[in-house]
């Protein structure tokens, strides 16, 4: 059975760190833990990852940073390195897609596979999607983009997963700021309904999408999501935990699944001119 992967991507809309400077590196840990509970049982499981940030140009239009897997690292297909640019305001904007492009076609050669199979889903150690869009690159550094996010208190918070946005009050410490959202039954339903289609296609099953969000049209589904962002003594932010619960069903037969996500942002004294690579 394939979890349904619960992204923790902020979108607050960031503002660029003045002390930011071309050649300033950090990196970014994502630790993942999930707790399954249901009647008379109880599983977890624990994953971890990482990636480094590095500023390559700071202008008026944004900062461009680029992303990259620690070194020695094995390669994640045709995803890294990537950069984007974080403008002022709004979401990341990819900028090598030329790049990318060059680089599916490589990883298809080399997988034996071609354009037909661009969005099956396969397994091999795990389970993953084929995908061949440059621009899905960006959902891969989303949830560890931390370290250009300023947020006030006040400020509308969203979560994917969230029916609305909700305020983020700012914590009694001084360092960070909180916010609680409500699970949208419905973005679930379409995840579970999303996540058997990728079932069936791994086993050769034929299941139409209609037919999956009908197995799930009736499920009982409630939860929270809780928001905890901590800041340095200069208002950066330096780690984002998530913690989503989400029940499944009721009584007896209900089953609730825990996920806590932390992404830290370290940064590395030593910075890299990119002229030099």
Same mark, same amino acid.
Request: glycine share 6%.
């Given at each position: 059975?394939?979890?349904? !992967?619960?992204? #923790?991507? %902020?979108?607050?809309?960031?503002?660029?760190?003045?002390?930011?400077?071309?050649?300033?590196? &950090?990196?970014?840990?994502? +630790?993942?833990?999930?707790?399954?509970?249901? %009647?008379?049982?109880?599983?977890?499981?624990?994953?971890?990852?990482?990636?480094?940030?590095?500023?390559?140009?700071? !202008?008026?239009?944004?900062?461009?940073?680029?992303?990259?897997?620690?070194?020695?690292?094995?390669? #994640?297909?045709?995803?890294?390195?990537?950069?984007?640019?974080?403008?002022? +305001?709004?979401?990341?904007?990819?900028?090598?897609?030329?790049?990318?492009?060059?680089?599916?076609?490589?990883?298809?050669?080399?997988?034996?596979?071609?354009?037909?199979? @661009?969005?099956?889903? /396969?397994?091999?150690?795990? *389970?993953?999607?084929?995908? @061949?869009?440059?621009?899905?690159?960006?959902?891969?550094?989303?949830?560890?983009?931390?370290?250009?996010?300023?947020? +006030?208190?006040? *400020?509308?918070?969203?979560?994917?997963?969230?029916?609305?946005? &909700?305020?983020?009050? *700012?914590?009694?410490?001084?360092?960070?700021?909180?916010?609680?959202? #409500?699970?949208?039954?419905?973005?679930?339903?379409?995840?579970?309904?999303?996540?058997?289609? #990728?079932?069936?296609?791994?086993?050769?099953?034929?299941?139409?999408?209609? %037919?999956?969000?009908?197995?799930? &049209?009736?499920?009982?589904?409630?939860?929270?999501?809780?928001?905890? /962002?901590?800041?340095?003594? *200069?208002?950066?932010?330096?780690?984002?935990?998530?913690?989503?619960?989400?029940?499944?069903?009721?009584?007896?037969? %209900?089953? !609730?699944?825990? +996920?806590?996500?932390?992404?830290?942002?370290?940064?590395?004294?030593?910075?890299?001119?990119?002229?030099?690579?």
């Amino acid at each position: 059975m394939i979890r349904v !992967t619960l992204l #923790a991507a %902020a979108l607050l809309a960031p503002s660029l760190a003045s002390a930011q400077a071309v050649g300033d590196q &950090a990196q970014l840990l994502r +630790t993942t833990r999930t707790e399954q509970r249901s %009647a008379g049982s109880m599983s977890n499981s624990q994953n971890s990852d990482a990636l480094v940030e590095r500023v390559v140009a700071v !202008t008026p239009a944004g900062v461009e940073l680029e992303y990259s897997l620690p070194p020695g690292s094995q390669s #994640a297909g045709w995803t890294f390195p990537l950069r984007v640019l974080q403008p002022p +305001t709004g979401p990341l904007q990819l900028r090598n897609r030329a790049e990318l492009e060059a680089r599916i076609d490589t990883w298809l050669k080399d997988a034996r596979l071609t354009r037909a199979a @661009c969005g099956q889903w /396969i397994f091999t150690w795990n *389970a993953f999607r084929i995908d @061949c869009d440059p621009e899905s690159a960006l959902t891969a550094v989303q949830p560890f983009a931390i370290g250009s996010l300023k947020p +006030t208190e006040g *400020a509308p918070y969203a979560d994917p997963q969230a029916a609305r946005p &909700a305020p983020l009050k *700012a914590r009694p410490e001084g360092k960070g700021f909180t916010v609680e959202l #409500a699970i949208d039954p419905r973005i679930v339903r379409e995840e579970l309904a999303q996540a058997d289609l #990728a079932v069936a296609q791994i086993n050769r099953q034929k299941l139409s999408l209609e %037919a999956a969000r009908k197995a799930h &049209a009736a499920d009982q589904i409630a939860g929270t999501i809780k928001v905890t /962002i901590d800041t340095d003594s *200069a208002g950066q932010v330096r780690r984002r935990t998530r913690i989503a619960t989400l029940t499944l069903g009721k009584g007896d037969q %209900a089953e !609730t699944r825990t +996920t806590t996500e932390m992404v830290e942002r370290r940064p590395i004294q030593q910075r890299v001119d990119p002229n030099s690579i």
